[in-house]
């Protein structure tokens, strides 16, 4: 009885065992294969098993878009691993987590408007010297060239124009915080 008590104790912890596993993966790339779970579409072209009738501005600020979301998330790690501030690990963080919400957000409208997204780069480095403020001040260029194509961008699809405009705050908060904490 005591053993059936506490297999069911880590039962209700741990979760029933179970004898399958699936692995899921998502994947936009430029030879237009799609993978999801087990099943793989692939289409002929690079837009990802869907023609794309985006505007060429629309699809280029999927790809500006696609690629500062890919250099603020390798920055952001860098920093977790190399700043000393512990405000500016946390602030790192912050905009890792944020960014990564987007880069998934964006994968997945970039799937459904059939556009193929660049690879992301492998890393970013900031310079030995003073990477909290190096940081801090790539942070703040950044985001301030993000925050200016967000909020000029004329973007033609509603989807992708609805996501720019939800975004543009988080990117202006980001931008708000790394100018303070570079100023104290």
Not at 53 to 62: E, H, N, P, W, Y
Not at 139 to 163: C, G, Q, T, Y
Request: hydrophobic residues 40%; charged residues 20%.
């Amino acid at each position: 009885m005591k053993t059936l008590s506490l297999t069911l104790l880590a039962i209700l912890a741990f979760g029933c065992p179970s004898r399958e596993s699936t692995t899921s993966t998502d994947t936009v790339s430029t030879s237009g294969t799609v993978v999801t779970g087990t099943e793989s579409k692939t289409s002929t072209g690079s837009t990802g098993g869907v023609v794309s009738t985006l505007s060429a501005g629309d699809k280029q600020f999927f790809i500006s878009a696609a690629q500062a979301n890919a250099s603020e998330i390798a920055l952001s790690r860098v920093a977790l691993d190399q700043a000393v501030n512990a405000n500016v690990k946390s602030f790192a963080n912050h905009v890792l987590a944020d960014h990564d919400t987007m880069d998934h957000e964006l994968k997945d409208l970039a799937l459904r408007k059939g556009i193929a997204l660049p690879a992301s780069k492998a890393s970013d480095t900031l310079p030995n010297v003073d990477v909290d403020h190096a940081y801090l001040q790539q942070m703040i260029r950044d985001h301030e060239k993000a925050v200016a194509d967000f909020s000029s961008a004329n973007l033609k699809d509603p989807d992708l124009r609805a996501w720019a405009v939800k975004t543009l705050p988080m990117l202006r908060g980001h931008l708000a915080a790394a100018k303070k904490l570079s100023g104290s």
